[in-house]
């Protein structure tokens, strides 16, 4: 039964956020269908149509590709992992990017074990996305300080940029699907971060003051099985 209503609440927003992708893809859809068809009639497509065409195909592709993070097309496979090492993983892979941006990341982790359940593309997706949040609030640098806390019931992740912040008003749409502050932002990151931290049982919230920063905090279930195992071995 429970099943059952888990699938049900799943094709609903599977739904949604279908007639979203539609509604998304179709405006480049349109332009390119447009210019194709002014060359079709006048042959008068100029260097700056087709470079307007190469942007909405790519925006396309950009929509479809963070769609496909949440497509799971092998069946998703939870190892055992430590939070720490994955977030090491995301940084050394961002941190050129950071460079690039006058931005340095701060981490500070607790000596305890960090281990979870995790779905290890997946959570990386997500660390990713929020690092690349963080490092677009940041136009002109700063210090991103990334925090991990491992406690026998919960891990606890923040993420603290020096950024623009949210107004307080624009705070309960961030997360909805397609909404962007961004010229060019998709408006898919939190939502899809969401939705993976949720398949991980884990909840992911978020505190901003405007020209201040902000700060993305997820609790996941920590892994208890071998520490008590040691535990009782010893
Ligand atoms: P995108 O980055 O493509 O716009 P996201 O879902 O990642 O989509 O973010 C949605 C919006 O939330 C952003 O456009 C931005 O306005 C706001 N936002 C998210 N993270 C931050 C942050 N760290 N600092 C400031 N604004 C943020
Ligand atoms: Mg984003």
Same mark, same amino acid.
């Given at each position: ?27 480049? @859809? ?8 002014? #060359? #079709?009639?006048?042959?008068?497509? &100029? ?33 055992? /992992? ?17 460079? @690039? ?30 690092? /690349? ?6 136009? !002109? ?14 891990? !606890?992740? !923040? ?41 991980? /049982?884990? &909840?992911?919230?978020? /505190? ?17 099985? !071998? ?8």
């Amino acid at each position: 039964m429970e099943e059952l209503l888990r699938r049900s609440e799943k094709l609903t927003t599977v739904g949604q956020l279908a007639a979203g992708v539609a509604h998304e893809i179709r405006n480049p @859809l349109t332009t390119l269908r447009g210019f194709l068809q002014l #060359q #079709q009639e006048s042959k008068k497509l &100029t260097l700056t149509h087709v470079s307007l065409m190469l942007s909405e195909l790519d925006r396309i592709n950009l929509i479809v590709g963070e769609f496909l993070i949440l497509a799971k097309p092998q069946a998703t496979r939870f190892v055992t /992992k430590d939070v720490r090492d994955v977030l090491q993983d995301v940084i050394a892979l961002m941190n050129s990017e950071a460079i @690039l941006h006058n931005i340095e990341f701060r981490v500070s982790f607790t000596d305890d074990s960090c281990r979870i359940s995790c779905e290890e593309n997946q959570l990386k997706q997500v660390f990713i996305n929020l690092l /690349k949040n963080a490092i677009e609030a940041m136009p !002109s640098g700063g210090f991103i300080h990334i925090h991990i806390t491992c406690r026998r019931e919960h891990i !606890s992740i !923040s993420i603290t940029d020096e950024g623009e912040g949210i107004p307080d008003e624009i705070i309960p749409n961030i997360g909805d699907p397609f909404f962007t502050g961004k010229e060019t932002g998709t408006g898919l990151g939190i939502m899809v971060s969401q939705r993976i931290i949720n398949s991980h /049982k884990g &909840t992911m919230d978020i /505190k901003s003051q405007v020209n201040v920063g902000t700060t993305v905090n997820i609790m996941l279930p920590a892994l208890k099985e !071998s520490g008590e195992r040691e535990r009782l071995e010893a």
